[in-house]
């Protein structure tokens, strides 16, 4: 049997992921290419995702993430969106 990491590990490097970066306008979701607001730090790499996909994935990633940095607080005051507004 091949011992040698597969396809799962062929783009993967050792470079550290600086989770205090702010996330920016061209940091976008992973699943839908919106803004990301959440950035999820896996032992093998990071997603990205906007605040609904955050939402709908976070049972299946909170199990694994190594960290998860959680930036959806500014949808209110970038957007006006939150809790209670219209839309």
């Not at 702010?22 to 997603?47: F, M, S």
């Amino acid at each position: 049997m091949d011992a040698r990491p597969g396809w799962l590990y062929g783009g993967v490097n050792g470079t550290t992921i600086d989770s205090r970066t702010p996330l920016t306008a061209a940091d976008r979701c992973d699943r839908c290419n919106a803004q990301a607001y959440v950035r999820v730090v896996l032992p093998v790499g990071e997603l990205l995702f906007c605040a609904h996909h955050a939402r709908e994935h976070a049972p299946k990633f909170a199990s694994v993430a190594t960290h998860v940095q959680d930036e959806t607080d500014r949808l209110l005051a970038e957007h006006g969106a939150g809790p209670g507004s219209a839309g």
